[in-house]
Structure formats: C-alpha cells, structure tokens
C-alpha cells in the first residue's frame, strides 16, 4: 500500500502540499473497478514523478506505480483504453509507461507503451500529415494533442532507436 505522506503544513514546499492533496483525491488503496486510462491522472502522474525526480521520496514513484498497476494488467493491457477511438489524450500516460519500464524492466510496461506507440502508427492524419485529435473530431489537430502526444512518441523512438519518426514529430509542431 501506499501510505500518504505526512508533513507538517508549514514545513512541506507547496509541490509537497498539492501532491498530498491529489493522493488523497484518488487514493492508493482505491477500488481498481473505478480506474481509469486519462490524460487527468496522467498529468498528476507526471508531476508527481518529477516530484519524486527532486525529492528522492520513494513514495512519489511506488504511488504511481501502484496507479498504473490499476490499469496495466501482467500482459500489458491497459484497462478501459480503446484503441479504435484514435484518441491522443489516451497517449499522455505512455510517458509514465516509459518510466516504469526503465526503472523496473517489467515487461508489461513496455507492452502497454508499444500498444500505444502502434496507436501512432494507424492514427488518422490530415492532408498536411498531422495527426487528427481523435477519429470523430476529423481533420481536427488540437494543441494539447501535440502536448499528450509527441512527448511520448520522441521519448518512444529515442528509448528504442526509432530515429526515423523524429522528422515526422517536428513536423507535426
């Protein structure tokens, strides 16, 4: 489990304060039936992994990690993630994917992240070569796709010697 850290307010930084309060939102020991694959937990994720990056706190990453395992089964599926819906707000938390496998080496993780990296793959694009936000909002590209998505796609390609997309991802900006 994943026991809060406890701080005396006037002693924790305001990163620490903020952080506490979003693992209280959305506890450890929460029912894993009500998990799910999104870009909101995904970017208290990342702020709590650079959290842990500054801090060496432990419990930064076993929290997210924990989180994840919610949603990432031992075969690398991801729970309530679809695929068919084309949706690059699904792509923001295949960074933490990424850093859990460097840190870990589980297999699962990779797996999990490679099944969104296919996503990029078959993602519809518009004439100019972007990628559509999601597949019902045609020919639509939104910034904050560029932000859930390209992150993770040059993060994929360096960590495994994709060299050829990095073209395609500077493009797409």
């Excluded at 903020?18 to 929460?30: F, G, I, N, V």
């Excluded at 009500?34 to 959290?51: F, H, I, M, N, S």
């Excluded at 801090?55 to 949603?71: E, P, S, V």
């Amino acid at each position: 489990t994943c026991a809060l850290p406890i701080w005396k307010p006037e002693a924790a930084t305001p990163a620490e304060r903020l952080a506490a309060t979003a693992m209280k939102l959305w506890p450890a020991e929460d029912d894993s039936a009500r998990a799910r694959w999104t870009y909101d937990e995904g970017v208290v994720w990342k702020g709590l992994q650079g959290l842990w990056y500054n801090t060496g706190d432990a419990r930064y990453f076993k929290y997210i990690q924990h989180q994840m395992d919610r949603l990432v089964d031992k075969e690398g599926n991801i729970r309530t993630y679809k695929p068919e819906d084309y949706n690059l707000d699904n792509v923001l938390c295949g960074r933490i994917l990424l850093m859990l496998y460097q840190v870990t080496g589980k297999e699962n993780y990779y797996k999990a992240a490679t099944t969104l990296r296919h996503q990029l793959s078959e993602q519809p694009r518009t004439s100019e070569g972007s990628f559509w936000h999601k597949k019902k909002y045609t020919e639509q590209v939104w910034l904050d796709g560029l932000y859930m998505t390209q992150p993770f796609f040059a993060e994929y390609a360096q960590l495994f010697h994709e060299d050829s997309v990095f073209d395609d991802i500077t493009k797409q900006f």
